[in-house]
């Protein structure tokens, strides 16, 4: 073997990279993800800082004065700062409002992803390294329920146990974690496969500790990718289900609950009460779906050459 | 012998993101009528794409960047789109390497032969139909009629190759291309192949390219052979003369590797080191860090050497190894 | 085979009465539909009578019971607010709904497949490039927004089209639709397009797929190597390859609309079964809900038993590997 045929081959010899550090010089080489992760995190930090970044608190009566219902943008409220994006029927900020719906959203979101991900990662474990009888039932029920489409699920369990956001956010877990479950499973079955999971069992480890320190860092690039369209998914459900009347209660303000107090107002021209919350919803579930759409194509390692 | 195809300085290049693959970098060589050619080298080595080239087949990010073939006089290279179509599957035909995946899978077999006559000829269907049932029969497949009706998955492996030669023939073109079509079958089947190719080339006159890694497979069917190595001819001459008298050391590696009835027990030859990276070619004789002839004059592109009626690309001519 | 059919009915089976015993029991915790259903001003001896009547005295599990026996019987109660069989109900406004997704997966088919074809055919394609964005909004807008987006433009904005209501209808093969008239088309488009957002981004990406798989497959090189005009490789050679795998896919999404019609039918106030569920949810009517949730998990398990058994038949190693597990 000669200089010539091997140095042009692996040119990853001149600087050792960590896998993360390679991770992330791929992900963002791409624009869009790029320009959806700043995004992501501008709408994040909006929605922490809201408090301390927006005129006043929609929800604090005190604050809310009803002469100022239905401003359009740009009108100066009754306290005396300029409403950039209007206001709603009960005259609160618009601006504001959208903030704090946005913790609402996203807390919601989150919570039911992290559950969901958190229940579906043990039950697809358990599935993959179990086997037998218990695997078959557990997939058979996995199964049945994807054959549902997930929205249905939460809606017949919304309809089932009434509003509220622990309803929610159950709903949403319980529409949600059998994707998880599925994900894991399969990448458990393929690792669990694998000669180094075969060589950890010859060397006498336990098998909570070939499960938890070796099956399972390999299902977490799977798990993350699925985890992010999964709480985009359950973002855009959430104020789906609000919207119908089925979800949130007006207590609790999220994005859907907004756009759907808007829609009475849309059809004679006063648009803004609705779009606006709407163009928030749509850039926080599309900016999620992106960066979840392109750490896929970098995660998996099939696609790459 | 009239000369059917004239290929001279074919260079086709692929621009990839990594860098400029000469695949095919200058290639010269002719086919004569009712002539077969074998093209033999490793996989990489550009044979195939050779054989696009012939056809136009060559996509993105490849072209033809340079020379000329010459096919019945006239230059096709980077011809018009429609110029290739007329040619292609009509005047010269290819057969593929893998039945398994050239056929398309939902079309049933009289589909796919008829279409090849109907896109070149304006015949009722049913002549077409007639057409397709006798060249099955002409490779040798049992009740024509019932295999047309049949879907590609319904046929052995090299039931298919036989009907891939069948259409390859059934335009009565006058060069077939068939790039390694007895790689992927059994040995037994691949013997039957070749004698039908043989056959049907020998009655027809149609001349043929015949690609193949497999010096064995040519030796005995072959009436010219050409050896290519990284994109190049390293050697070309009458069967014969190439396997009795092999003058490159490529060529004498490659016949070495191939175990006979005549070295049975002795250790098996072996080309050392590994097939280059195209896209860092060694300056000068491309199969110099591989050789054990390789001399300083080496770094210099050997140029082509007649010897006889035979072209070589080598300052170490291996006779005397070989004559042993 | 048979024997193959036979589990998956006993299955199908075992999971409709699950899920019977999940809805009714969950609806049944929720709230108390008495105090929404008599007057406010109502004396005890009204409450009780009404309690008596709509059989919400007895103990849960003796409702159920009797819901059971009545459903055997094709009857799943009456409806609190309307007074009538909650079947009934729900079956006069099934065909609305029916013709929705039809409507709708006839429009993803025919908008989605097209789009699809040329993305993949031209990855490189500016405009390609913007039907894949298209198609990545289209997974990422939520329906109900985009049904909002659509009646601010081409109802209140341009006038185009109306918003609400399914207007006129006629009969054809003694089926009332809106298809028939032409009021009833502009009324359908709206809402129809809404519902297939989604299932158009589906289709767009399942084609492209599709198309790029199979122009790199050997048989296509082959089929140029023919000599074959380009026209006819795409369509008989590529499209014959990935129309089946499309289509199926398409077709099993169907009952995925008439999940979803329910959001879009809110918006658009269109008198189907999602409406109708809406409403009774809203106003506690408990027997709709639960017709309305036993109605959509039969015709899921059907559908299920209808793809598995067709699978089996095209493909006997699924019957294998059935037996095998």
């Not at chain 1, 994006?85 to 959203?105: P, T, V």
């Not at chain 2, 019945?72 to 039945?99: T, V």
Request: hydrophobic residues 50%; neutral net charge; charged residues 15%.
């Amino acid at each position: 073997m000669t200089d010539a045929t091997l140095q042009p081959s692996s040119p990853a010899t001149a600087k050792v990279e960590t896998p993360f550090q390679r991770f992330r010089t791929e992900f963002f080489e791409s624009r869009i993800a790029s320009g959806a992760f700043v995004v992501l995190v501008i709408i994040i930090l909006l929605a922490i800082l809201a408090p301390w970044i927006t005129p006043q608190n929609p929800y604090d009566l005190a604050q809310v004065d009803v002469l100022d219902g239905r401003l359009p943008p740009g009108s100066e409220a009754f306290a005396g700062y300029t409403m950039w994006l209007g206001s709603d029927g009960a005259g609160r900020d618009l601006y504001s409002a959208i903030l704090y719906g946005l913790r609402i959203s996203i807390s919601v979101g989150l919570a039911s992803g992290v559950i969901a991900l958190l229940i579906g990662m043990a039950v697809g474990l358990i599935a993959a390294y179990v086997g037998g009888r218990t695997e078959a039932v557990i997939m058979r029920v996995v199964d049945l329920q994807l054959s549902f489409p997930a929205s249905l699920v939460a809606l017949m369990l919304v309809a089932a146990l009434g509003k509220g956001v622990d309803k929610i956010i159950l709903a949403l877990v319980v529409a949600q974690w059998a994707y998880y479950a599925r994900t894991v499973r399969a990448t458990a079955l393929v690792e669990r496969g694998k000669e180094y999971v075969e060589a950890a069992q010859c060397l006498g480890l336990s098998k909570m500790r070939v499960v938890f320190r070796h099956i399972l860092p390999n299902c977490l690039a799977p798990l993350i990718v699925v985890g992010t369209v999964q709480t985009a998914s359950a973002v855009s459900l959430e104020a789906t289900l609000s919207f119908l009347g089925v979800g949130l209660p007006q207590t609790e303000p999220s994005l859907g609950v907004l756009i759907a107090n808007g829609f009475e107002y849309m059809l004679s021209g006063r648009y803004w009460i609705s779009v606006f919350p709407g163009i928030a919803l749509l850039l926080t579930v599309a900016s999620i779906n992106l960066v979840g759409d392109h750490l896929r194509d970098v995660l998996n390692p099939r696609l790459k050459k | 012998m009239t000369a059917v195809l004239e290929v001279s300085g074919l260079k086709t290049h692929f621009f990839t993101h990594a860098g400029v693959v000469k695949a095919v970098d200058g290639v010269d060589f002719t086919v004569s009528k009712g002539e077969v050619m074998g093209l033999v080298g490793e996989s990489g080595s550009g044979k195939s794409i050779t054989g696009f080239s012939i056809l136009g087949l060559i996509d993105q990010p490849g072209r033809i960047v340079e020379g000329a073939i010459r096919f019945n006089g006239e230059d096709i290279a980077n011809a018009p789109e429609a110029k290739l179509k007329a040619i292609r599957g009509n005047k010269i035909s290819m057969i593929f390497q893998d039945p398994m995946m050239t056929l398309n899978p939902v079309l049933r077999i009289d589909t796919q032969m008829m279409e090849a006559i109907l896109a070149h000829e304006a015949v009722p269907k049913k002549e077409a139909w007639e057409r397709s049932r006798d060249a099955l029969g002409l490779v040798g497949i049992p009740s024509p009629e019932e295999r047309l009706r049949a879907y590609p998955h319904q046929l052995s492996g090299g039931m298919r190759q036989r009907v891939s030669i069948a259409i390859a023939f059934l335009n009565k073109p006058d060069l077939i291309i068939a790039d390694e079509p007895t790689t992927a079958l059994d040995v037994t089947i691949q013997a039957q192949i070749i004698y039908e190719a043989q056959k049907l080339t020998r009655q027809t006159g149609t001349a043929m390219i015949w690609i193949t890694h497999d010096l064995a497979v040519v030796a005995g069917l072959a009436d010219r052979i050409s050896v290519m190595y990284a994109g190049r001819i390293v050697e070309q001459g009458q069967t014969d003369d190439v396997i009795d008298r092999p003058l490159h050391p490529y060529t004498v590696g490659l016949l070495g590797s191939v175990p006979t009835a005549n070295n049975r027990g002795e250790r098996l030859f072996q080309i050392e080191g590994m097939t280059p990276n195209m896209l860092a070619l060694p300056e000068g004789c491309a199969f110099a860090p591989r050789c054990g002839s390789a001399s300083a004059a080496c770094k210099v592109p050997p140029p082509v050497e007649h010897i006889a009626d035979r072209e070589l690309r080598c300052y170490h001519p291996q006779a005397q190894v070989a004559a042993q | 085979m048979t024997v193959f059919v036979i589990r998956r009915l006993m299955q199908a089976f075992l999971v409709v009465f699950l899920m019977s015993v999940i809805v009714f029991f969950g609806v049944n915790i929720v709230g108390d539909p008495v105090y929404m259903l008599v007057s406010p001003d109502a004396d005890q001896a009204d409450i009780e009578a009404a309690i008596r009547r709509l059989g919400l005295d007895r103990p849960i599990w003796e409702q159920y019971f009797l819901f059971l026996k009545g459903a055997a019987q094709g009857n799943l109660g009456d409806s609190f607010v309307f007074g009538e069989p909650a079947l009934k109900l729900i079956l006069h406004h099934m065909p609305a709904t029916l013709e929705l997704a039809f409507s709708a997966l006839f429009l993803a088919i025919v908008i989605g497949i097209p789009l699809g074809l040329f993305s993949g055919l031209y990855p490189d394609n500016p405009v390609s490039k913007g039907i894949m964005a298209g198609s990545i909004l289209g997974f990422s807008l939520p329906t109900f927004w985009v049904g909002l987006m659509l009646i601010l433009l081409f109802a209140v904005e341009l006038g185009w089209l109306p918003s609400t209501g399914r207007g006129d209808t006629a009969s054809v093969f003694g089926i009332q639709t809106s298809l028939a008239t032409w009021d009833g088309i502009r009324h359908i488009f709206l809402p129809a397009l809404n519902l297939s957002l989604l299932k158009i981004s589906l289709a767009i990406r399942l084609t492209r797929a599709g198309v790029r798989e199979a122009m790199s497959q050997d048989y296509v090189k082959y089929a140029r190597a023919k000599g074959i005009s380009t026209g006819r490789i795409i369509f008989v050679h590529v499209m014959k390859n990935i129309m089946i795998p499309v289509v199926t896919v398409m077709g099993l999404e169907f009952g995925s609309l008439i999940g979803f019609s329910v959001v879009t039918e809110t918006i658009f106030a269109w008198p189907g079964m999602g409406k109708l569920l809406i409403d009774a949810i809203l106003q506690l009517d408990r027997p709709v809900v639960v017709a309305y949730l036993m109605i959509m998990v039969l015709f899921f398990v059907l559908i299920n038993l209808v793809v598995d058994i067709l699978y089996s038949i095209l493909d006997p190693r699924v019957r294998l590997q059935d037996q095998g597990a």
